[in-house]
């Protein structure tokens, strides 16, 4: 550990051991304790030490950027890397990270709520949070962190870890504190409660005061402190430091620091100075400077930009100074004119070329975007700022944010529902972009044509509507209405904006070559050329993204020529796409180079490519593209033999289109007609990833919890029944029946059908049943619990019943209406929470739905365990009925369950069977 991580953790040690051993046994471990007393130190240095022990290492999300609790699960999902948190949960995998995340208290519930649902539907991540107070997630190990220790009676002053804290502190401000002083420092810490943050706001002012005359000037704050009534003593002393040093600033000062709370999260100095209201740069420099130095501000760098920011209980005091003033609105309304004026010039500037930094700046501030516009929706009067900010979204939901930004633009148009107002074409562009990339290409069709018969007087939406419009129809295999608008938005476009007229120039080129392969060669030359020359264009201006989405269109038009010299293109256009951080045209490039590479037979390659396109758009939050991914998975493993190609070519035949390489009947490779039903895109995920991981070497299998080892289960000792008949042969081939889990899914084949569905207690307890034929194993067993001897009464009342009832057929409902709108966490929750209310009025209601009385474990454990066998084996016969029959019949549940099937049946087993 460095000295100054060594001097951060000053008294930290066994608490840091501690926690370090927590992460071990738990996956939610949280450190609670009052604001200023280290946790997010503690937090950062154990993320340090230990991330080295994780194959993913650490990721670090942090919660004050936000303040409303509608936000956390996309500032989760963001901060890791996922373009929603659909996208995130939609991740699974069994290397283990560990995800810190900080400063939760704010917006608890929610915190709470998505944490839970993370590590539900990931294996990967341990949690480390920091709050002022626990989670209450299942689980949770609690970590108290209390005060710095304080000088003992007869001890050393400069040995105590408060103290030296402050020294420490007091020295980096410039201060020499003499021994004479080490009394009154003692006496400070003592005052201040041991809390760090209090303990170096004091310090940062030893250089002007000595620390008897701090001392002095904190007996007001005493005085203070023994006035209040409410609150935590050590939150009290933070918050009465705090203003304290407050106090010390200049007016000027003052006014700066409170201006400042507007701003969640980081901030430059430009930020600063525009929404402080300061005209000269080189003052709000010097304040900021000073905030920094008085241990107000934090600062980082990033990609060489320095950004700012107020700890989250200064922030919370400086929103309430600003609030008290009645300069909140003001200070708001400089916030968004800053915000909007940026989009303005990030708009105009990228009208000649795309290119790297227009994207990376907006994606930087993004959060700021949301805030803002935010604002505006919930304040403004009038529509034009929020106009112009959710038109600015169009250039960023191509490459992710879809979640966030469709809401965002749907509401702004629905609340100034006048597509004659100045603006409101423009952002009815992004508004009908995002339903075409939500896989509604009729509605977005709708909408442009509406926005288009009044926008003859903007600029750029005649271009960016008409785009739509092209995509979408190429999405309902209307080519050459496609091509025919396209034309129409280029012409124009080049004028215009320039940059849109050379991106659809080069997806004209792509649709075109599609549409008529009768003279293959030619048009695809006489399309090469266009092509070509967007490229040279967009180089000689700097237009990077447009160079790079023509260079990838480039390779998928020379691979109907030379396979050999487009595979190498889209190498090259694949790493430029990289370093510019451009997913979509990273899984353009992935898809051509896995075609060729199915082409001349190296499907182990090409499986591990494809791993890595489906696994970009799941990140980025792009379900509805997925349909390339999956389906090109389906092409490798048909082509390999194996057996999930079938129900992933289903489910991608069942996703929208909205890839312009990957239209139907035009795909280079074709597969024979499957009748398989479509599983939900979690699932063939899930599927997918463990297919092509299995033929690239790779493993995702589970570690066996109570079996472990490929096997095969099978009935040695007949039932008497069977010994009357010694000739009868096995129902099914040892190798004809798998029930096997490979993560969060199981792959069950029985009778030639194969099923895949994602796991639940009750597929592990038919597991167990199986892999122990003819045995009865007792419900306890099962269902893992503890025998209690008890009786109080009567488990639930009839009202709670009738309430009990009612939510679950609400959340039935909620589940099959969020599987139809393929919102997968909102499904998982639902389920969650219908599972645990079933095994609850499982446990409370007896013979004929009468309330049960609280007897003991074993009828609890005897109640659960066979309503969720029941339930599981009715979910079975939605997907696959024979299997469905065949478990009626032969799985016999009670105080002691048995699988004990009519004819003799082998199954195997692969990952663990519970």
């Known amino acids: 550990m460095c000295a100054e991580a060594a001097m951060q953790m000053l008294g930290r040690e066994r608490v840091l051991t501690e926690t370090v051993r927590r992460l071990t046994t738990s996956r939610l471990v949280t450190i609670t304790g009052p604001g200023g007393i280290g946790k997010t130190t503690l937090a950062d240095a154990i993320a340090r030490d230990e991330g080295h022990r994780y194959p993913l290492g650490t990721r670090r999300v942090d919660l004050t950027v936000i303040d409303d609790g509608d936000e956390v699960a996309t500032a989760l999902a963001a901060q890791l890397g996922f373009g929603s948190f659909r996208a995130l949960l939609d991740s699974p995998t069994d290397d283990p990270a560990l995800v810190v995340v900080d400063n939760c208290e704010h917006v608890l519930d929610a915190a709470a709520e998505a944490i839970a649902a993370l590590l539900d539907a990931c294996r990967s991540p341990v949690i480390l949070a920091t709050s002022r107070s626990p989670l ?117 000062d003052q006014r700066f620091f409170d201006r400042l709370a507007v701003l969640s999260g980081p901030f430059t100095a430009a930020d600063a100075q525009t929404i402080a209201g300061e005209d000269d740069t080189a003052d709000s420099i010097d304040r900021l400077d000073r905030l920094v130095a008085d241990s107000l501000l934090t600062t980082s760098v990033v990609a060489g930009v320095t950004y700012h920011r107020q700890l989250e209980l200064v922030r919370s005091y400086a929103r309430e100074r600003l609030l008290a003033a009645g300069e909140w609105d003001a200070t708001w309304q400089r916030y968004v004119d800053r915000v909007t004026h940026r989009s303005i010039q990030l708009v105009e500037s990228s009208a000649p070329g795309w290119n790297r930094t227009s994207l990376t700046t907006l994606l930087s501030r993004i959060d700021q975007h949301f805030a803002v516009l935010r604002w505006c929706l919930d304040h403004d009067d009038r529509p034009s700022r929020s106009f112009i900010l959710v038109s600015t979204l169009w250039g960023i939901v191509h490459h992710g944010r879809l979640d966030d930004i469709a809401p965002l633009a749907e509401r702004a148009i629905a609340r100034w529902d006048d597509p004659t107002l100045p603006g409101w074409a423009d952002a009815a562009a992004t508004a009908a972009t995002c339903r075409y990339l939500a896989g509604r290409p009729h509605e977005a069709i709708d909408l442009a044509w509406r926005a288009l ?102 390779a998928t038009l020379v691979s109907r020529l030379d396979p050999t010299l487009a595979r190498r293109l889209a190498e090259d256009a694949l790493a430029a796409a990289r370093d510019a951080f451009y997913p979509a045209a990273e899984s353009v490039n992935l898809h051509t180079i896995a075609i060729e590479l199915v082409d001349e037979g190296e499907l182990v390659e090409a499986a591990g ?306």
């Open 453 to 554: 018969e009044h926008a003859g007087s903007t600029h750029y939406a005649p271009c960016t509507l008409r785009r739509v419009i092209g995509h979408s129809r190429a999405a309902i295999d209307d080519l050459p209405g496609a091509i025919a608008i396209l034309s129409e938005s280029i012409e124009l476009a080049t004028d215009r904006v320039p940059a849109l007229a050379m991106e659809m120039i080069v997806t004209r080129a792509e649709l075109s070559a599609t549409l008529d392969d009768t003279n293959a060669a030619a048009l695809i030359d006489e399309q090469l050329t266009a092509v070509r020359a967007v490229a040279a264009d967009a180089a000689r201006s700097g237009s990077i993204v447009n160079e790079i989405w023509a260079r990838s269109v480039e």
């Open 136 to 252: 209450g997630v299942a689980g949770e190990s609690i970590v108290v962190l209390g005060p710095l220790e304080l000088p003992g009676p007869d001890g050393d002053e400069q040995r105590a870890p408060a103290v030296r804290l402050f020294l420490q502190r007091a020295d980096e401000a410039g201060a020499v504190v003499p021994p004479s002083e080490m009394a009154s420092v003692a006496r400070l810490c003592e005052l201040l409660d041991g809390v760090p943050l209090a303990i170096e706001l004091a310090a940062a002012r030893s250089r002007v005061l000595t620390p008897t005359e701090l001392l002095a000037r904190l007996d007001d704050i005493d005085t203070l402190r023994r006035s209040r009534s409410r609150g935590p003593l050590r939150h009290r002393s933070l918050r009465d430091t705090i203003a304290w040093s407050y106090t010390l600033l200049g007016d000027d």
């Open 609 to 914: 490519l494809v791993r890595q396109l489906i696994d970009g758009l799941v990140a980025r939050g792009a379900w509805t593209e997925l349909h390339n991914g999956l389906r090109l998975a389906a092409v490798i493993l048909e082509r390999a033999g194996g057996r999930s190609w079938e129900p992933l070519a289903a489910t991608a035949d069942d996703l929208p289109i909205v890839s312009l390489f990957s239209i139907p009947g035009h795909e280079r490779h074709r597969l024979p007609p499957v009748d398989d039903t479509p599983l939900d895109v979690r699932t063939a995920v899930t599927v997918a990833r463990s297919a092509l991981d299995e033929l690239t070497g790779r493993t995702t299998l589970d570690t066996p919890d109570r079996t472990s080892g490929d096997r095969a289960a099978v009935i040695e000792a007949p039932t008497p029944e069977q010994a009357e008949q010694p000739d009868q042969e096995p129902e099914h081939a040892p190798s004809s029946n798998v029930w096997s889990r490979a993560g969060d899914l199981w792959t069950i084949t029985f009778d030639g059908t194969t099923v895949h569905l994602r796991n639940s207690k009750g597929l592990a307890d038919i597991a167990q049943l199986l892999a122990n034929p003819n045995t009865e194993l007792h419900c306890t067993d099962l269902a893992g619990t503890l025998v209690e001897d008890r009786s109080s009464g009567e488990v639930i009342d009839e009202r709670a019943r009738r309430e009990y009832e009612q939510r679950v057929r609400d959340l039935q409902a909620e589940i099959d209406e969020a599987e139809g709108d393929h919102d997968l966490h909102r499904a998982d929750r639902a389920r969650a929470e219908l599972d645990a209310i079933v095994d609850h009025l499982t446990a409370a209601l007896g013979l004929g739905g009468r309330a049960r009385r609280h007897t003991d474990g074993v009828e609890r454990a005897r109640s659960a365990v066979t309503q969720r066998i029941r339930a599981t084996i009715k979910r079975i016969r939605d997907v696959h009925p024979t299997l469905a029959a065949h478990l009626e019949a032969s799985v016999h549940t009670g105080s002691y369950c048995q699988y004990r099937p009519e004819r003799a049946t082998v199954w195997s087993f692969a990952g663990p069977a519970s």
